[in-house]
């Protein structure tokens, strides 16, 4: 079946470098969809993305999928505290497909 | 007004007993799951309803029976608890069950067996 991979597994930066988290599929995607989940909360939906190299940004938050579909990024620029938790990506299939996730801790 | 909500939110228990849990959605989706996550953090899908139907349902071990009254509830009952079945489970719905629709997630039932 789908399946999406992400890495890497864990990320430490300092509070104020950039982070990127990375999905890769081995087959052509549809969409793509990206969420967040802060400690001891729930997968938050941030964005879905469907077209061909498509970018979007929500604050310092940049979402891209790949031209041939088959990966996509998120990166932030400047992590802040808040950034902190695990950040999952989720292919389209049903059920959806979510990857392992990325867990980024942000040092003050 | 919140849009998934599980209860009860943490669940200690012994091994060996039965427990449910429940879960409505005020979104008007039709389509509602349940996942467990487990200590690394793996969202695995257990159940899946689409209008009350029960459309998917992963390897997951008989003990686990969902019910689901209406497509605003979607409720889990667990029979025989064993150690393994520590995890947080949530409850998510979304609109359509075809993949590729933005699910909304509970805030999870932490469930600790001991």
């Known amino acids: 079946g789908q399946q999406v991979m992400q890495i890497p597994q864990y990320q430490h930066v300092q509070e104020g470098e950039d982070f990127t988290t990375y999905c890769n599929s081995s087959?052509?995607?549809?969409?793509i969809q990206w969420y967040k989940q802060r400690p001891g909360g729930h997968p938050v939906f941030l964005i879905q993305l469907v077209k061909s190299g498509e970018v979007k940004k929500q604050k310092r938050l940049t979402f891209q999928f790949g031209e041939a579909k088959k990966n996509s990024s998120l990166h932030i620029t400047a992590t802040q505290t808040t950034d902190v938790g695990t950040y999952f990506c989720a292919a389209p299939s049903t059920p959806l497909v979510f990857g392992k996730g990325t867990r980024l801790s942000v040092i003050a | 007004d919140t849009a998934v909500s599980q209860t009860p939110k943490y669940l200690v228990t012994q091994m060996g007993n039965d427990k449910s849990i429940k879960c409505e959605q005020n979104?008007?989706?039709?389509?509602m799951y349940w996942y467990k996550q487990d200590s690394k953090k793996f969202l695995k899908i257990m159940f899946s309803?689409?209008?009350?139907?029960?459309?998917i349902n992963e390897t997951v071990p008989n003990r686990f029976s969902p019910k689901s009254p209406d497509k605003a509830h979607l409720n889990l009952h667990i029979n025989s608890l064993e150690l393994g079945d520590s995890a947080v489970y949530f409850c998510?719905?979304?609109?359509?069950?075809?993949?590729?629709?933005?699910?909304?997630f509970g805030d999870g039932t932490r469930l600790s067996i001991l």
């Open positions: 979104l008007g989706h039709d389509t």
């Open positions: 998510a719905s979304s609109q359509g069950a075809q993949g590729g629709k933005p699910q909304h």
């Open positions: 309803y689409n209008n009350k139907e029960l459309i």
């Open positions: 087959t052509t995607l549809s969409n």
